[in-house]
T-cell receptor, first 108, second 115 residues
Framework: RKEVEQDPGPFNVPEGATVAFNCTYS??????FFWYRQDCRKEPKLLMS???SGNEDGRFTAQLNRASQYISLLIRDSKLSDSATYLC?????????FGKGTTLSVSS | NAGVTQTPKFQVLKTGQSMTLQCAQD?????MYWYRQDPGMGLRLIYY???????DKGEVPNGYNVSRLNKREFSLRLESAAPSQTSVYFC??????????????FGEGSRLTVL
């Protein structure tokens, strides 16, 4: 069973829209959670860590629900430059496990 | 600041050939990782090294070997390449692993095709 599951999308939204991505993880012992961003044919880069209390970084808000083993990412006021694949990541033992990613396409 | 450097960036092999992907990081990180990324499969962990002198299998280790040469370098070897190993390979490093794992820093990737 895949440890981190995401809706693959694609999500096609207009500029200025609000979009939410969801992710579930199966390992109840996971302690660390992240969202990474990957542009086409590039390496993944950290977007933000996800904390139990929820956290915000500009237009991006991440939430963690440990009881439901659920992580979310909310993007407000979408920009063309937000077009990318967003990877949900959870720790598993001494390594990190990546979801397959959710593709976002923002159009003008 | 180079970060994580992978070589080669592109490689074409014939079935049965061997090759080694090289990875080096200059951030004094303890942990290093090799992932492969295939369409529709996402990133899958091949091997990782939590600290110098240790290596452990990830999700998909079959057909690969690794060497943590020193704190900076972590190589991935394909002893007898197969078409199923056609993929994009990413090396990554982090300051720590496990509960203390912070940000992973990735190299630019190595695109391998096995004919």
């Amino acid at each position: 069973r895949k440890e981190v599951e995401q809706d693959p999308g694609p999500f096609n939204v207009p500029e200025g829209a609000t979009v939410a991505f969801n992710c579930t993880y199966s390992n109840s012992a996971s302690q660390s959670f992240f969202w990474y961003r990957q542009d086409c044919r590039k390496e993944p880069k950290l977007l933000m860590s996800v904390y139990s209390s929820g956290n915000e970084d500009g237009r991006f808000t991440a939430q963690l629900n440990r009881a439901s083993q659920y992580i979310s990412l909310l993007i407000r006021d979408s920009k063309l430059s937000d077009s990318a694949t967003y990877l949900c990541v959870a720790s598993a033992g001494t390594a990190l496990i990546f979801g397959k990613g959710t593709t976002l396409s923002v159009s003008s | 600041n180079a970060g994580v450097t992978q070589t080669p960036k592109f490689q074409v092999l014939k079935t049965g050939q061997s090759m080694t992907l090289q990875c080096a990081q200059d951030m004094n990180h303890n942990s290093m990782y090799w992932y492969r990324q295939d369409p529709g499969m996402g990133l899958r962990l091949i091997y990782y090294s939590a600290s110098e002198g240790t290596t452990d299998k990830g999700e998909v280790p079959n057909g690969y070997n690794v060497s943590r040469l020193n704190k900076r370098e972590f190589s991935l070897r394909l002893e007898s390449a197969a078409p199923s190993q056609t993929s994009v390979y990413f090396c990554a490093s982090s300051r720590n692993s496990g509960r203390a794992t912070g940000e992973l820093f990735f190299g630019e990737g190595s695109r391998l095709t096995v004919l």
